[in-house]
């Protein structure tokens, strides 16, 4: 990747900072502090970290307005009001210059039914496939070998990796970005149990994606079984997570790698799982509620609680248990002890 | 979603049902009790909700023959001996309407080879390959870019969604439905260690799925190392689920999202993984048994038992340790009183 | 899968071999000692099966040179250094005849950039998709449908199955096989939250997989933040794996199904995890450390140590704690006995 950002371009960017130092210097990466070489950009976004300041070697460092300290000779100090936010507005910027600019069109691989309707400013990229009465909007972006299903609708300015799979009758907002492989409105895993055969439940539902969500490569979200499953506006979701039928997911809601929701689950606004976590079916995690890595969550959440374990209970709970499990058996030893002593006594005196 | 549907064409969907109230109704679409507006199907499938009968909106309500109670205004109840089956008629004739129909029949943008065979009746979506030798059976529809590799077979009146991956070699019987981005018969994991690199054991079996199972999408099932691995009739899996080489998965069975059975375990008929649950290599679970969500399976497990737990145990064991577990801190408590008092009287009386 | 090897064909395959028996056998299939049948070739890989060997229908059985017994009428024994690394290299032998051969060249269907750089010895399947100055090298096979990004690099001799999505900037090595449906080169799951709402962290960095690399079905690699996400030489993953953003995996480490590894840790050389293990962000597990199924790895590990359990620990005292979990009802009553006992003297004599 051929990056080249002089000092008064990066200025630009971020559009603030108050300059020390050298500033004849020409970007080339970003780094963290302590493996950036010279012709590197680095930043202090924690400030654990501000012991590594003075021994970096980076040419640029993005610093806190407070922070003390002088740059070493050609090296740049740019004191800035979030660090981490002006680093993010350079690695935007870097990020567009190395996408590949997508021209509207169609690409003449494309399958595309004659009843759809594509925006003339969406790209349609190689491979893909529109189905019937489906729609795509402005400023969309469909890379390669998306599948877009017959009704489906995607809005505005959406980005959709290879590989999407948008099954028939789903609604897809603005700036939607879908990774590689996602699959949104599989059928639901439902069934009748009738003499030791399962009869599927027909799920003649749909998703809703609203509007700002993102979700992560190979995840999968299942169509209602009626209704609808709906991921609202702002939620992010990574990679290999399942979603299952009628679930809804509130705004900002925030879901980390492969974990697993049960089937009509609600969580409420601003919901955090942390990896691999699993939710039974038919409960409701309340609103900024937090659940630690690998927890099992069986039962309703309260609203701001943090859980973790499996079967899930209350974080301090759950960490004063588990130091006391550590301990087992030591108190398996004072039990018997204590056994030993009284049995002696009664020995002795009664 | 356009759906319409009389009285009258319910009855006929449905082949029975007691009427009392208005058959004046046009069904728009179809609800949970509590939230069914005017227009709306709405059931009781678990007696725990019929208090939520008398106050639903829905137009037309399927009770149980036994359910007391009058309509409301412009309301008609339908007594049926199973609602929630009624239901599934009703969904399945809606989903019917709502699946394009596929004419049989290949899409010009499909690439197949000159030696498979495709039944005249077979429909071959946008993008399909059909490699070498390979066969589709009559009835069965590819959606589109789905890949069935050299001389794998697949019966009749099956459904593959969008990007299934039938790797080479393996069959598939009748009516078997794989959900978007199914991979069957990708290599297993299996390497002999020599002096500290790992060596690929080649993975020359492959994989037989047998009539009437359905598959959950991005779920993926591992050819076998040599010999077969198996899935059996009606067996159900959900999206995610990891099957590794040479596994063995009776008839019946009910695998719920991302769980993982290792390297030739057996399943046996009927049996039950709730989410997330992991099963070591080389074991059995006995038939009609049942493992909790999360569960660890690392030993064969009795048939006809519910286990939960990591490593795995039975159910209610399980339950009684995590009562427990939740009173260790008063049991540590406990245990110091006693060395305490037990101390006291040592200086006291001894 | 029409297999035929003759005893010398066999012998010329594994290059080796004392031969005692019926040399007049021909191969048609290879099966464990207790289900090998009259035409099958078997092997003793493991001692504890060998009470089977003298009961096994084999009619070719692959057995170490020390093992004593002698084959049965129609039967031939054949010792070797190495019986399962014999045995590989039958499978091996079959393997390449079993798969199809692909002759060098591009498919038709297949969309190549005309910027792309392909080796007249490579293999490009139908409907694959190669995108600007992305080049592949001699003796590649990417399958059917499989998308390279634009910059991105593929090495020598591997081989992508169907549905490989490669993203763009990224470095694939020699001989590395990625199986049907890896995503290579996703977005990190990387967001700064700004009052309520969460905004994407551009992730600029790419991914790096090393020589000999192999990589299962569905598994997916985030691309970095910045810097890279590295796969070093030699290391094997399982399907449906995630590695997340700037992880760093050493060589020859082996990654079981469903495991996830969480942004910016580093495992070690010959590190194993086995199923559906954790791994939090921004720690380091140590070389040849184990983790056992389902762990939960929230902190530093040590080299060359076992660890399992939730959050993990040394393999040693899980064991030691689930055996004592198991007593707690036990321990409960012991307690509440003393207590009673107690109680009791207290009442009698103080």
């Known amino acids: 990747m051929d990056i080249s950002l002089s000092t008064d371009e990066i200025l630009d960017i971020i559009g603030e900072g108050i300059k020390e130092g050298d500033t004849d210097v020409i970007i080339k990466g970003i780094a963290a502090l302590d493996i950036a070489e010279s012709g590197e950009l680095s930043f202090l976004g924690n400030n654990k970290y501000s012991k590594e300041v003075p ?3 980076a040419s640029i460092v993005l610093l806190p307005e407070e922070y003390k300290g002088k740059p070493r000779l050609n090296q740049l100090y740019l004191r800035v009001a979030n660090p981490s936010l002006s680093l993010s507005k350079i690695c935007e910027h870097i990020e567009i210059c190395l996408n590949p600019s997508r021209s509207p069109g169609i690409d003449s691989s494309a399958v595309i039914d004659p009843t759809a309707t594509i925006d003339p400013e969406a790209y349609i990229g190689p491979q893909c496939v529109i189905a019937a009465d489906a729609s795509v909007g402005k400023g969309t972006i469909l890379e390669a070998k998306v599948y877009i299903g ?9 980005q959709f990796k290879p590989q999407v799979v948008l099954a028939s009758y789903c609604k897809v907002g603005d700036r ?5 492989g996602v699959i949104v409105g599989s059928d639901g895993f439902g069934y009748d149990l009738n003499e030791g055969v399962h009869y599927r439940n027909p ?8 509007n700002d969500v993102e979700i992560g490569a190979n995840t999968t979200i299942d169509r209602a079984r009626f209704d609808v499953t709906r991921i609202q506006e702002g939620t992010k979701i990574d990679n290999l997570v399942q979603v299952a039928h ?15 929701i049960s089937g009509s689950t609600t969580l409420e606004d601003n919901v955090t799982l942390a990896g691999q976590v699993g939710v039974a079916g038919h409960i409701t995690i309340g609103q900024a509620a937090i659940i630690g890595a ?21 974080l301090l709970q ?4 588990d ?13 018997a002890n204590l056994e030993k002593i009284l049995e002696k006594k009664a020995v002795i005196k009664d």
Request: proline content about 5%; overall charge positive.
């Open 55 to 57: 021994n970096s070697n």
């Open 150 to 158: 017959e009704n489906s609708h995607v809005g505005k300015n959406c």
């Open 176 to 180: 939607v970005r879908l990774e590689a």
């Open 203 to 210: 799920q003649i539902g749909y998703v809703i994606i609203e």
């Open 246 to 260: 009628n679930v809804n997911i509130g705004k900002n809601c925030m879901i980390a790698a492969q974990s697993g």
């Open 294 to 314: 690998q927890g099992g969550v069986n039962r309703d959440i309260e609203p701001e609680s943090k859980s973790t374990g499996t079967p899930v209970m209350p």
């Open 318 to 321: 759950a960490r004063k248990i």
């Open 323 to 335: 130091v006391l499990l550590r301990k087992l058996p030591e108190l398996f030893k004072k039990v």
